[in-house]
């Protein structure tokens, strides 16, 4: 199991205030699903519509990429999903450890260093100082932050940032994995590191959610691929019959 609290649901790394309002104790019993999702909808405070009646199920060993264009509603499907955000209407059951990778850099204090950061996430997420001081230097060496390690984050460049907050919210092994675009947004030699230790996460991982742009990705990563299109399932399959099609109609669409 994860270092984290079970049902724990993070943002970055970080648990929400909250376990999520649905979420079951333990693994999945009888369907065999670790995401439950039925007739969901939300709406922002203008108003917008953004998941309209959504049914959505993942089971045990699932990798699912989420499509579509800006405004879809991918991110706000994947920050339900995280207890993020709570749905106008529906039921949203998520089961096991969640780590989210939203925001790289979310929770950490500009006035402490690397290393007191790394321990304030562990503190967050429930794991024993003692457990999480192990961590520190497999995380620091990730991160690749040199001799910043003991410098305040104020110093550091947002690439920095994001490589620490990378590092450390990577250091879980959750249940159940959501990403939003993680591997385009930082630079190509982090990119690579990056993308190999989601590929390691994802095989330990009982379920994935990936939000992204990146087909490429998408299509390594993921063996189903649901494509949204004005908060609506417009299309549910195999990752690689679904992203062709989806690839086809947006190469057309320009």
């Excluded at 079970?6 to 979420?23: E, I, K, N, W």
């Excluded at 001799?147 to 947002?158: C, K, Q, W």
């Excluded at 087909?215 to 993921?222: D, G, N, R, T």
Aim: glycine share 8%.
């Amino acid at each position: 199991m994860s270092d984290a609290h079970t049902h724990s649901h993070t943002h970055a790394g970080l648990p929400a205030a909250h376990a999520h309002p649905h979420a079951h104790d333990g693994e999945p019993t009888g369907d065999d699903h670790w995401v439950h999702l039925e007739h969901l909808h939300f709406r922002y405070p203008d108003g917008t519509e953004a998941l309209r009646g959504i049914d959505m199920h993942i089971a045990r060993g699932e990798k699912v990429a989420l499509l579509g264009p800006n405004g879809a509603g991918k991110s706000t499907l994947l920050k339900t999903l995280a207890g993020i955000i709570t749905p106008d209407e529906g039921l949203a059951e998520v089961r096991g450890t969640i780590a989210t990778l939203l925001q790289l850099s979310a929770g950490f204090e500009d006035e402490l260093d690397a290393v007191e950061n790394i321990l304030l996430v562990g503190e967050l997420l429930g794991i024993p100082a003692p457990r999480m001081r192990k961590k520190v230097p497999a995380i620091l060496d990730f991160a690749d932050i040199g001799n910043f390690a003991d410098a305040e984050l104020r110093t550091y460049s947002s690439g920095m940032r994001a490589r620490l907050g990378f590092s450390v919210a990577t250091s879980v092994d959750p249940d159940v994995l959501l990403l939003d675009e993680v591997l385009s947004t930082s630079d190509e030699s982090f990119k690579k590191k990056s993308s190999a230790r989601i590929k390691e996460m994802a095989r330990q991982a009982q379920a994935i959610v990936y939000v992204t742009h990146d087909l490429e990705s998408a299509q390594e990563l993921c063996t189903r691929a649901i494509e949204l299109r004005d908060g609506r399932i417009v299309a549910d399959g195999p990752s690689e019959q679904v992203i062709s099609a989806y690839a086809r109609r947006m190469r057309n669409a320009k």
